[in-house]
């Protein structure tokens, strides 16, 4: 308890935030490390704040636990234990004041509000060095590859010292100093040996690991969140982020989590309860930090933007997503066309020239970039970014085939009681129709793929119309088949079929998909969707990656941006930097100096509260586009212009073009997120000059009517 003690008066005296509670009360209970709804684990960091004059006395459930507590800057604190699942009262005397406090506790392994846990379920706590899952159960429901039955994957908490090499390494810290220890500079100037301790154990059954430079932390904490894309069922393993090197090297803890890696799942409803834990488990043994920064690159910068409107200031104090998307869920949307289109192009001369392709999909194509499914030049962003995303996200048969330690289990069969697919993921959440399989948001009705395109004069009304009767949708989840080649390697290369084409819809005119409109409904209401609702400092930084084709296509940053715009007009906590990486792909690394910018930002706020998040920002935050190496190109408040209004187009603009979405180009907005569109008659589309110069002829209007037979999107 004193080392716990020590830490906290440490973090008080940096400047911990003040808890919750009313200034002029008598007498005030406040939970420091989480909602006290949602104490996890049977013990919370509690603050008891009192005039002066005699301590008051503090019950846990009727039992006097006053001796627990030490007097720190802002009153009596101290880690309360014990707690029994369920509910629990905490209860402050200081005569002739009373305070009570409920707590809800609940178990180290979850869940809190994520709904029921998820079988089969694969543990990783041995190779990721915990030892073998605490055996609990023997209903073959949790699994490990060598055998052994875990139902929630449990294993004891490990605590370690490491030091890093001069090689760059981590190594286990000896007794004696080694010859190859490195050493470091930390934020206040000082230089020390690179020695860290290291905590890992089992939170919410994934893997998690706090560590921190040894007797060097500056008080403030780092969540380093990963990308990928995965189905659950596994716990995963931690990342290299676990152990930043910079943000050690400068006296920041790192937090991390396997469940916090979307390479693992992404269930952020999940995700985000793991991230409180992981926070609530670090205050509780070290105090309250300072602050808490978020950084991570795609799905860990989606992740960002997810808890940040969730959980306010809860999980971090601020952001730095990198390669970001303002979420995952609507991503689905436009990536689910990529194939249809692509299998569309390939089979059709006029495509031949991949330049000609963005008239379609909106991204990035090139006649230059090598194909990694043909060997030969001429690739889009679909092929080099996506492809495999669709079967990967709606093929119930396909993931646990192309598993390697799915294979390996026993008893073998267990994989196959799976539907591999994002939605039944998130079954909890989406929800599962009549024949028990998880429903899904995807549709394309109404959709005119390359509307932009035709308007444009890029596509002849025959081309526009021949694309749009021809792409198809894809097949319910119930009537898929198994992948072919490139997917399962047994298939190759005979069974060619990138694209998919076996679980797609395809005729002439090919029938479309309907959403399941439950499906849509509980998503929208979830917290999956980013709605912009975000009130922290944001630096979102990404390199320019457009020439390589790269999935991280820039305008996402501004996709976020507008949907903050549209929330509540405001959008001023938000900066955005792009970085070259032409040519040759990135070569400097701008997290640092974003670290160097929230630092002064969050000291801005804590000088002057009142003034919120937006009035506290240093002077380099602000909008901003750098060179290769770093270097400024331009910064200020309208370096940007004319992505999102009318204005003519900015510095950066002009240095940076954007790329869009396949629906964006049927007429779809900027910031995306449009499960199902509302339909228009044909008639009343063409009466208002939805389709520019072009006046179909009546056999023109008969066959938009056949391919739409509801209506076109009315956006």
């Not at 869920?329 to 436009?334: D, E, G, L, R, S």
């Not at 991204?363 to 970039?369: F, G, R």
Request: overall charge negative; proline content about 7%; aromatic content about 8%.
């Amino acid at each position: 308890m004193k080392a716990v003690v020590v830490l906290i008066v440490l973090a008080s005296l940096i400047g911990s935030p003040a808890p919750a509670y009313a200034s002029r009360a008598d007498l005030a209970l406040d939970v420091l490390s989480s909602r006290p709804d949602q104490v996890t684990g049977g013990d919370a960091l509690v603050m008891v704040r009192h005039r002066k004059g005699a301590d008051p006395k503090i019950l846990r459930n009727g039992q006097d636990i006053t001796n627990d507590f030490e007097r720190t800057e802002d009153g009596l604190t101290g880690l309360v234990t014990g707690l029994a699942e369920g509910d629990n009262t905490l209860t402050a005397v200081a005569w002739p004041h009373r305070q009570t406090l409920k707590l809800r506790n609940h178990p180290i392994g979850g869940p809190v509000f994520s709904g029921p846990h998820q079988y089969p379920f694969l543990c990783k706590t041995e190779r990721s060095g915990l030892g073998p899952p605490a055996v609990d159960n023997q209903d073959g429901q949790g699994m490990r590859v060598t055998g052994g039955w875990s139902r929630d994957c449990f294993a004891p908490t490990v605590k370690d010292r490491l030091y890093r090499s001069t090689d760059g390494t981590y190594k286990p810290m000896p007794a004696e100093r080694p010859a190859d220890m490195a050493t470091t500079t930390l934020l206040d100037g000082r230089t020390v040996d690179f020695v860290i301790q290291r905590e890992r154990g089992v939170i919410n059954r994934f893997l998690y690991s706090i560590a921190m430079i040894e007797n060097g932390w500056n008080g403030r904490a780092i969540y380093r969140f990963d990308g990928g894309v995965a189905i659950g069922h596994d716990q995963g393993t931690l990342g290299g982020a676990a152990l930043d090197p910079y943000g050690l090297g400068k006296g920041y803890a790192i937090l991390h989590s396997s469940g916090t890696r979307t390479s693992t799942h992404y269930n952020l409803i999940l995700g985000g309860e793991t991230a409180l834990m992981v926070k609530e488990r670090f205050i509780e043994q070290y105090g309250v930090p300072l602050y808490t920064v978020g950084v991570g690159g795609s799905g860990g910068a989606i992740q960002q933007y997810i808890y940040g409107q969730n959980y306010g200031d809860r999980v971090i104090d601020a952001a730095i997503p990198q390669y970001s998307y303002p979420d995952m869920v609507t991503q689905t949307i436009h990536v689910g066309d990529c194939e249809l289109l692509e299998r569309y192009m390939d089979h059709n001369p006029r495509w031949a020239r991949w330049d000609d392709r963005t008239a379609l999909i909106g991204m990035n194509a090139s006649d230059t970039v090598a194909n990694p499914y043909t060997g030969k030049p001429g690739s889009d962003e679909c092929v080099n970014g996506w492809r495999g995303l669709t079967p990967l996200t709606m093929n119930p048969l396909w993931t646990s085939n192309n598993d390697p330690e799915w294979q390996r289990m026993d008893p073998p069969g267990v994989k196959d009681t799976v539907q591999w697919t994002h939605w039944d993921d998130l079954r909890n959440i989406y929800g599962t129709d009549q024949n028990g399989y998880a429903r899904s948001t995807w549709d394309n009705v109404g959709v005119q793929y390359g509307l932009k395109a035709l308007t444009g004069g890029v596509l002849t009304p025959a081309e526009f119309l021949d694309v749009n009767a021809k792409a198809g949708s894809w097949k319910e989840s119930a009537d898929m088949v198994q992948e072919g080649c490139p997917f399962v390697q047994s298939a190759c290369p005979a069974d060619f079929d990138p694209w998919s084409a076996r679980n797609a819809d395809l005729g002439d005119p090919a029938p479309r998909r309907a959403g399941d409109p439950i499906a849509i409904r509980n998503v929208q209401r979830s917290g999956l969707v980013f709605r912009g609702d975000i009130d922290i400092p944001v630096i979102d930084w990404r390199h320019y990656l457009e020439d390589q084709l790269d999935m991280h296509n820039s305008h996402q940053s501004f996709a976020s941006r507008q949907r903050m715009l549209d929330y509540d007009g405001q959008a001023g906590n938000q900066v955005i930097w792009f970085t070259d990486a032409r040519p040759g792909g990135p070569r400097f690394d701008q997290t640092p100096e974003a670290l160097q910018v929230i630092d002064a930002w969050m000291a801005n706020i804590r000088k002057y509260p009142t003034r919120g998040v937006t009035a506290n920002k240093p002077p380099q935050a602000v909008d901003r586009c750098f060179t290769t190496d770093g270097t400024q190109i331009a910064a200020g408040p309208h370096v940007w212009d004319g992505i999102l209004d009318r204005r003519a187009p900015g510095t950066c603009t002009q240095r940076f073009p954007l790329y869009s979405t396949t629906r964006i180009v049927a007429g779809g907005p900027l910031e995306g997120g449009v499960y199902k569109c509302p339909l228009q008659p044909v008639d009343r589309a063409i009466a208002k000059g939805l389709y520019g110069a072009w006046k179909p002829t009546q056999e023109e209007r008969a066959r938009l009517k056949q391919i739409y037979p509801t209506g076109v999107c009315d956006y």
